[in-house]
């Protein structure tokens, strides 16, 4: 059975850093990300890591980073703005698509 466990959302001022864990079981991913959503708005990939590499939303590149240890993938964000506030969602694909419950990060001062 796959499961996908989030942590490490909360409050932080802006400027500040967060890290966001996915702890993953039950495959083997060939395809981890973080998606955010907020109310009204559709889902986007903010991060996304495969065999080949990286790839990031514009609206983060150089601010965030995303990184695997097996199937544990991080997401590190720096320099958080307020509309980065949003439930942030892991994602892994094993023949199959998988996500996690969710976490919130909100940036407000």
């Known amino acids: 059975q796959v499961q996908l466990v989030e942590s490490g959302g909360g409050l932080v001022q802006p400027g500040g850093s967060l890290r966001l864990t996915c702890a993953a079981s039950g495959s083997i991913f060939s395809i981890m990300s973080w998606y955010r959503q907020t109310p009204g708005k559709e889902r986007e990939m903010v991060a996304r890591i495969t065999s080949r590499g990286t790839n990031y939303a514009d609206s983060v590149k150089g601010r965030f980073t995303i990184s695997r240890a097996e199937n544990t993938v991080y997401l590190q964000m720096n320099n958080l703005k307020p509309e980065d506030t949003a439930v942030y969602y892991c994602?892994?694909?094993?023949?199959?698509?998988?996500w996690g419950q969710g976490t919130q990060v909100t940036v407000s001062s």
């Open positions: 994602y892994a694909y094993a023949a199959g698509a998988y």
